[in-house]
């Protein structure tokens, strides 16, 4: 049997850590960087290659889902981020009417996209469309910037989200303005006004410019790209018809402690 010197032992300390600490160069980190700009820089190149490519099969795709009922509020729904924005009866009754859900990228900034949500005619607001736009807004740089032969510019690269990104707000016209969802139901932040304690109704979305829990990014990023495998239950810690049953009687706690993180587009 070999004998070792275990975790917590004495002499535990007196070991050597067999890896050094690393010394770099300033010509190494030089070099390193330009590999990381240069990483960066791919990933946009066949990012738009990628979404040039899959606009037409979204097309297709809405088309498709247009003949399935609910087939937007239920994929909606089974995203633990959005649905924990939407645990009001009223909200998923009011996004029952939903029937179609598309997400349009900024073709210069791909990173920037309008979300826009068609309704059918419902007994809460008299829109048929409500949409929340996050703009590109072009740093001054890029007005003297010459992009390359991939159409890539130095702005691009160093693309900043809280800087370059505008998001819009719409006043949603509500039918009885005393019965407004976002009325009865209002947003709640916490100490800090970049976290939500109560996200109320899932329509603040709309009529708050803030987005502290990202859903726009979330319903952009990962749930229309995926709305299928969303819609058949597919995706892992999506929401299950049984998990909701389960959950009925959680309290608010419980329920953000789920809460997943969703991530911001790649820089």
Sequence with gaps: MVKGTKRGSPGAEDEKNPLPNV??????????????????????????????????????????????????PVALMRH????YHAQHNADQTALSY???????????????????????????????ILKKEYKFIPP?????????????????????????VQISTVKIDWKEPEKALTKMYPRETGE?????????????????EAD?????????????????????GNVDGDVTDSEEEEDEDDDAEEIDLEKPRPKKPKV
Aim: net charge negative; hydrophobic share 40%.
């Design 23 to 72: 010394e770099l160069s300033d010509e190494d980190a030089k070099k390193l960087t330009e590999i990381q700009r240069d990483l960066a820089h791919a990933e946009l190149v066949l990012e738009r290659q990628a979404q040039a490519t899959l606009k037409p099969v979204y097309e297709k795709r809405r088309d498709v889902v247009k003949a399935i009922p609910n087939f937007w």
């Design 80 to 83: 633990s981020l959005f649905n």
């Design 98 to 128: 939903l029937e179609d859900l598309w997400v349009e990228k900024d073709p210069s900034e791909h990173r920037c996209f309008t979300i826009e949500f068609h309704f059918k005619e419902n007994q809460f607001f008299n829109d048929r």
């Design 140 to 164: 001054p740089a890029a007005d003297t910037e010459t992009p390359d032969k991939d159409g890539i510019t130095e702005s691009m690269l160093d693309f900043s989200w809280d800087r370059d």
């Design 192 to 208: 800090d006004e970049d976290e939500i304690a109560d996200p109320g109704s899932f329509f603040n979305f709309f009529e708050h």
């Design 212 to 232: 502290p829990s990202e859903v726009g990014i979330v319903i952009a990023n990962e749930i229309f790209p995926e709305a299928i495998e969303y819609f058949l």
